[in-house]
């Protein structure tokens, strides 16, 4: 990957206006999923086609071998994340993104999703800790300001 690219897009995500941070974020998410190529990808949509059909066991198993095959791609392991997060195995959710952070530290959606973890087990100051990581790559981002919120509300 392109660092320089990377950067400039890590960048837009600051900037004031939507449409640029919106396309950044676009570009960002299909280099994160492209990033092993056709492989990578072919699998991640499998195993999505299988989530979306309610087979989570088959899923995670094309997810787990992508990872067996593929460690340091950041992408298969934040949607074995979401897969978790989706049958409420929040802990183990949390192992696969804060794997994700390791690989790719910029990883806003890992960032957001550990934060759902750590709220849903009750445990609001991680959640807040997790949400304000991603709010600093991505400072514009409504929802995780409104969890911060929600999580301060629940802490008081």
Request: net charge positive.
């Amino acid at each position: 990957m392109d660092s320089l690219f990377i950067n400039s897009l890590l960048e837009d995500l600051k900037n004031p206006d939507e449409s640029v941070r919106e396309q950044a974020t676009r570009k960002l998410w299909r280099i994160w999923f492209q990033q092993k190529g056709v492989q990578g990808l072919e699998m991640i949509d499998r195993s999505q086609k299988l989530l979306d059909a309610g087979k989570t066991t088959e899923a995670e198993v094309v997810l787990s071998k992508l990872i067996e095959i593929q460690p340091d791609f950041a992408e298969a392991w934040n949607r074995r994340a979401f897969l978790y997060y989706t049958i409420s195995d929040y802990k183990k959710s949390l192992l696969d993104c804060q794997k994700v952070i390791q690989i790719n530290p910029h990883h806003f959606g890992a960032l957001h999703g550990m934060g759902l973890c750590y709220a849903a087990l009750g445990q609001y100051k991680q959640a807040m800790k997790a949400f304000r990581q991603a709010l600093e790559i991505q400072p514009y981002s409504l929802v995780n300001q409104k969890l911060i919120l929600e999580c301060t509300v629940r802490l008081s």
